[in-house]
């Protein structure tokens, strides 16, 4: 069992290149999110998708846009990197059918280093 | 908005003494409050939930209280093992916000044989 895998695990990449991060779970969760991570700032929310179909902003949503492909897969897109974008980014999932305040599952994350 | 605030710097203890995190927000209580660890170069893992009508939970060696009063949550680890050392998130959960969680900075607990 997988849980939620993401693509790549490291990146550099030019200032004004753009690039994709890819998330899939293989749990059947409804709710999928993005985060990043800074030092000294905790994980901060990017975009989330409460369910198939749905998406919307989080804390910090601006040079970033999302696609919810399917109830599988969640993909988080720079369209033109910026230094300020250098991080670690995660996705996780969680299932809220069984009801409100279940636990989010995290991926092992993908350092982004933009040059 | 909701604040949620952890100690920044490290936490140094003993092996065999007993850890104590502490998680304060600022604003609103969360109906719910969540721990994870997280190990360097890996995602978060789930620990615990406690509710807001919970003084307290156990699980194995953890236990998390909840006081709505000090607008709290204490982290325990009893019996700490240097397989304990790792950043512990606290993270709020409020009804009605489409699962969102918000996390504190983390603490980085390392226990010395």
């Known amino acids: 069992n997988a849980g939620v895998t993401q693509t790549p695990k490291f990146q550099v990449l030019k200032t004004g290149q753009s690039m994709t991060l890819q998330c899939a779970q293989d749990?059947?969760?409804?709710?999928m999110y993005w985060y990043r991570q800074d030092p000294g700032m905790g994980l901060r929310l990017i975009y989330y998708?409460?369910?198939?179909?749905?998406?919307d902003k989080g804390e910090v949503p601006n040079g970033y846009n999302v696609s919810r492909l399917n109830k599988r897969e969640f993909s988080l897109r720079l369209e033109s990197a910026a230094p300020s974008q250098t991080s670690v980014y995660f996705c996780?999932?969680?299932?809220?059918?069984?009801?409100?305040?279940?636990?989010?599952?995290f991926g092992d994350g993908t350092r982004l280093s933009i040059l | 908005s909701q604040k949620i605030e952890q100690n920044s710097e490290a936490l140094n203890i003993q092996e065999g003494k007993t850890a104590t995190l502490t998680c304060n927000y600022t604003?609103?209580?969360?109906?719910?409050l969540q721990w994870y660890r997280q190990d360097p170069g890996r995602g978060p893992v789930f620990l615990l939930l406690?509710?807001?009508?919970?003084k307290e939970k156990r699980k194995e060696r953890l236990k998390v209280t909840f006081d709505t009063t000090l607008k709290q949550s204490l982290f325990h680890i009893t019996a700490s093992q240097p397989a304990d050392s790792a950043t512990y998130l606290c993270?709020?959960?409020?009804?009605?916000?489409?699962?969102?969680?918000?996390f504190g900075q983390g603490t980085t607990l390392q226990v010395k044989p």
């Open positions: 406690i509710r807001e009508n919970e």
């Open positions: 996780a999932s969680s299932d809220r059918r069984t009801g409100d305040g279940q636990p989010q599952h």
């Open positions: 749990m059947n969760h409804n709710s």
């Open positions: 993270a709020a959960y409020r009804p009605g916000n489409t699962g969102k969680l918000i």
């Open positions: 998708s409460a369910s198939e179909g749905t998406t």
């Open positions: 604003n609103y209580s969360p109906a719910y």
